[in-house]
């Protein structure tokens, strides 16, 4: 032992012998040696990796695609730097969205301002934040900092506006088909979203491909708006995409006393080498409301779950005939995984696209199935590493628009060159700056 270490040890116990307990305590808890291993770390909030802004499609047809990379915190960033008019302008659409959440007749009241009305939507999403934010992962805490810090936005803006997938989820619709139900043997996934028209999303579509620096991580693609940084729909290099839908109240009620969903799909993509992995994270998770998940992977093993705060129920292809769920039974087809908000419809198509399932197939499938809200279809080729993306216009669903393509396979290539031959802005961020959204 040291003679430092002596004399303190020497000290503290002739104080204790003198039953100076609380001085004793002062002793311990100042010491410099405890106070450093007490103290949280400071994060990292060195940015050096720049970002880089490409599109594709045509016209009223065009999606910005967003390349980063590095730690979460600079890929949040360079989002926010690269994109901040942008971000300020999602931020407006989605507080004057955001009014869906108070009761029609608090709306439609003269009595209540519009700032009024603003002042009740923050404080109860801020409330709901407070719910959600311990379960948070800490990767998509930095990133939001990040974002905040680059676009100039407020912090607890940024947390509102990410919110809002727990507090107002809806259903949808998913599909994976494998093997025999494909006319060409590839791995097909689809994913509805039938929720957040209101919000004007689809003025600002996004994709996000992430190439993380954090130990373990997968490159992966995020498909959605421009401002928002979890995942509801995407895919990672290992194959592994993403499809959900809300599942209405499930037994036991609901919470907010847990991971985000876009936080925790985000998980899946950044960790999970395949779809058994990517549900025992899900199944891992302090989840919140009630989701149906539809996780598929290259192998082609699809895998559903059905899940709440209180249950996760996993259920494969080719398991059997049925699924029962709260006393509903649900027809099962081979090699195929799906669900969906027009249940029964959907499960009469699939019974006729049995052996005939491709692009064109499911685009035609979705146009039957999704419900007059669609905001975005994704169509994802697991096989080829291919997708393609529709947004909705207006009030012309996304199932009814012209889809983009996407290669995957360039995205992963494109993002490593990027990073290679990175420029190092070497920018370090205040926290005094960022808690501020200076």
């Known amino acids: 032992m040291s003679k430092g270490n002596v004399s303190f040890v020497v000290c503290l116990s002739a104080v204790i012998a003198l039953g100076c307990g609380s001085v004793a305590k002062t002793l311990v808890l100042k010491n410099p040696k405890v106070e450093k291993v007490l103290t949280p770390p400071k994060p990292d909030r060195t940015v050096e990796h720049v970002g880089r802004i490409e599109s594709i499609g045509e016209g009223d047809n065009r999606i910005t695609v967003l390349y980063v990379s590095g730690t979460p915190y600079e890929m949040g960033y360079e989002h926010g730097r690269l994109l901040a008019d942008q971000v300020r302008a999602t931020i407006r659409d989605v507080q004057a969205g955001a009014d869906k959440f108070l009761p029609k007749e608090l709306r439609n009241s003269k009595w209540i301002s519009r700032r009024d009305e603003d002042d009740i939507i923050g404080a109860l999403l801020d409330r709901a934040w407070n719910m959600m934010a311990p379960y948070a992962p800490k990767e998509d805490l930095e990133e939001m900092a990040g974002l905040a810090a680059g676009s100039g936005i407020s912090l607890d803006l940024i947390h509102q506006m990410h919110a809002i997938p727990d507090v107002g989820e809806t259903s949808c619709s998913g599909l994976i088909a494998r093997g025999s139900a494909t006319r060409d043997g590839h791995v097909y996934q689809l994913r509805i979203l039938d929720y957040g028209a209101n919000f004007n999303l689809q003025r600002r579509p996004l994709i996000t491909v992430y190439l993380p620096?954090?130990?373990?991580?997968?490159?992966?693609?995020?498909?959605?708006?421009?401002?928002?940084?979890?995942?509801?729909?995407?895919?990672?290099?290992?194959?592994?995409?993403?499809?959900?839908?809300?599942?209405?109240?499930?037994?036991?009620?609901?919470?907010?006393?847990?991971?985000?969903?876009?936080?925790?799909?985000?998980?899946?993509?950044?960790?999970?080498?395949?779809?058994?992995?990517?549900?025992?994270?899900?199944?891992?998770?302090?989840?919140?409301?009630?989701?149906?998940?539809?996780?598929?992977?290259?192998?082609?093993?699809?895998?559903?779950?059905?899940?709440?705060?209180?249950?996760?129920?996993?259920?494969?292809?080719?398991?059997?005939?049925?699924?029962?769920?709260?006393?509903?039974?649900?027809?099962?087809?081979?090699?195929?995984?799906?669900?969906?908000?027009?249940?029964?419809?959907?499960?009469?198509?699939?019974?006729?696209?049995?052996?005939?399932?491709?692009?064109?197939?499911?685009?035609?499938?979705?146009?039957?199935?999704?419900?007059?809200?669609?905001?975005?279809?994704?169509?994802?080729?697991?096989?080829?590493?291919?997708?393609?993306?529709?947004?909705?216009?207006?009030?012309?669903?996304?199932?009814?628009?012209?889809?983009?393509?996407?290669?995957?396979?360039?995205?992963?290539?494109?993002?490593?060159?990027?990073?290679?031959?990175?420029?190092t802005v070497s920018e370090r961020v205040s926290s005094d700056r960022i808690a501020a959204g200076n």
């Not at 995942?231 to 109240?249: D, Q, T």
């Not at 029964?344 to 049995?354: E, P």
Request: proline content about 3%; overall charge neutral.
């Open 213 to 423: 620096t954090t130990d373990n991580a997968n490159q992966y693609v995020t498909i959605g708006w421009v401002g928002f940084v979890g995942a509801i729909s995407g895919i990672n290099e290992k194959g592994v995409a993403l499809s959900e839908m809300g599942f209405g109240v499930p037994p036991g009620g609901k919470t907010l006393a847990g991971t985000p969903m876009p936080f925790l799909l985000k998980n899946v993509l950044r960790y999970a080498d395949s779809a058994d992995e990517g549900a025992a994270i899900v199944r891992a998770a302090r989840r919140t409301n009630s989701y149906i998940y539809f996780l598929g992977d290259k192998s082609g093993d699809p895998i559903g779950l059905v899940t709440s705060a209180y249950r996760c129920l996993a259920y494969h292809a080719n398991e059997s005939d049925t699924l029962v769920v709260d006393g509903e039974t649900y027809p099962q087809f081979r090699d195929v995984v799906y669900g969906g908000h027009y249940e029964n419809k959907q499960a009469q198509l699939v019974r006729q696209m049995q052996g005939a399932f491709d692009v064109a197939a499911i685009q035609d499938l979705a146009k039957q199935i999704a419900m007059k809200s669609n905001l975005q279809t994704v169509i994802y080729d697991l096989t080829a590493d291919r997708i393609w993306v529709a947004n909705r216009k207006d009030r012309i669903r996304a199932a009814d628009r012209p889809y983009v393509e996407f290669s995957l396979a360039d995205a992963w290539s494109k993002s490593l060159q990027y990073a290679s031959a990175r420029d």
